[in-house]
């Protein structure tokens, strides 16, 4: 699948999974994110940049993680349920934009 970056226009592939959310392989910007919050469960979501695999929110024992052998994180998330996704974008964006 393709589509172009929201912020610098640049064109470029990714893989299409249920429930995703897309980093610009170019700029790093949060381009897209599509989730069944209402019709589905919501994870397991691949967190991607481009067609890289970067990890996963899954759940586990009730509670969402952030799984991502890339930036070697295996971490709860305190946010409940769809805002989970949120933190776990936050916490992949840092790694990619701000070497966090």
């Known amino acids: 699948m393709r589509r172009s970056c929201h912020k610098c226009q640049q064109e470029y592939e990714y893989n299409g999974y249920p429930n995703i959310m ?3 392989p ?13 019709f589905g ?11 890289e695999l970067l990890g996963k929110v ?4 009730g509670s969402s993680f952030l799984v991502s052998e890339k930036f070697n994180i295996d971490r709860k998330l305190e946010a409940p349920y769809n805002e989970a996704l949120m933190e ?7 790694r990619i934009n701000h070497g966090l």
């Open 22 to 24: 897309i980093f610009c």
């Open 88 to 94: 776990a974008g936050s916490i992949i964006d840092g």
């Open 41 to 51: 469960p919501s994870e397991p979501c691949h967190i991607c940049q481009g067609t």
């Open 26 to 38: 170019k700029c790093g910007h949060f381009d897209y994110m599509c989730c069944d919050f209402v």
């Open 58 to 61: 899954v759940t586990k024992d």
